[in-house]
């Protein structure tokens, strides 16, 4: 069963993950951390598979488990990218939701898919487009830093953003509809499209602000 969690109902979220065939401990974790007006939404993939890995990643999470609400995405990778020298590193999606503004600020360096599914009651205007996919760069924290520019979004009621690691089949963003549960959407993403052959994670978090 996904690991959920409703958030000062704001938002709501849930991940599910699978551990490579043949592995117990999965290399790719996640951080929900709310703090003042703000939501961090992270995903992060230890390079490899296993402990190492792992130990990567969570260098990367405790780092974000501090969030304030007072750092930016950029700050935030350039902190990881520092705390990981020497280690094999990891590739993380970040996303700062802002209740305040309602906007989405988010940035990925290394292959974590971002998407943000806009709420169906959203549909029927024309000027919204129904999927935003996040700008991946290239780069792997402690290793290699990409040139960092996040881009920013508005948010509305019921918008659902989604993050998957490398495990899951990158041409699931084509095959989902923001339709049901975070709970649901996020199992139901891993069921359909996880690889096997890698970790694999789906972190899913709706806005729940009006
Ligand atoms: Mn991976």
Redesign the pocket.
Known sequence: MPVSEILGGIIEWSVASLPRRGEVES??CSVVKFAGDEVLAAVV???G?GEE?LAAARLVTDILQEFSGQQSLTELMNKCHEKLRGTRGA?ASMAILNVSSSTLTWLGVG?IEGQLLRSEFRFAESSVKVQETLLLRGGVLGHRLPHLISTTISLNYGDLLVFA???VRPDFAGGIYNSSSVQRMAQSILDHFALGT???LVLAVRYLHE
């Open positions: 290399g790719d993939d230890g390079v598979h890995a590739v292959n690691t490398d495990g890698d970790d694999a």
